[in-house]
């Protein structure tokens, strides 16, 4: 199986950067994309974004577009996800998760690091 491990999570000032990192280890030879799921406080989770790890395609939500990038580093199966114009809604629990080509869900998770934006 795979193993996720989230780091880079703090407490920041609105407007502040922050760069969270993920670390995949494992059986990651099936992976074919990676994500970053966020849960805010008394909300349910959400989809932040994803790449995929051959051609780096992207994509993210709409309420980060713009403001957060996420990246990759194949040879050394991390993700990244930088974080700018950090705003107080974007607090929440960040989720690092990948997917395997066959699988219509997301399959492994990362525990997950607090992302806190004070105003």
């Known amino acids: 199986q795979v193993q996720l491990v989230e780091s880079g999570g703090g407490l920041v000032q609105a407007g502040d950067s922050l760069r969270l990192s993920c670390a995949a280890s494992g059986r990651t030879f099936s992976s074919y994309e990676m994500g970053w799921f966020r849960q805010p406080p008394e909300k349910e989770r959400e989809f932040v974004a994803a790449i995929r790890w051959s051609g780096g395609s992207t994509r993210y939500a709409d309420s980060v577009k713009g403001r957060f990038t996420i990246s990759r580093d194949n040879a050394k199966n991390t993700v990244g996800l930088e974080m700018n114009m950090l705003k107080p809604e974007d607090t929440a629990v960040y989720y690092c998760?990948?997917?395997?080509?066959?699988?219509?869900?997301?399959?492994?998770w990362g525990k997950g690091t607090l992302v806190t934006v004070s105003s």
């Open positions: 998760t990948t997917r395997n080509v066959l699988s219509p869900s997301w399959n492994y």
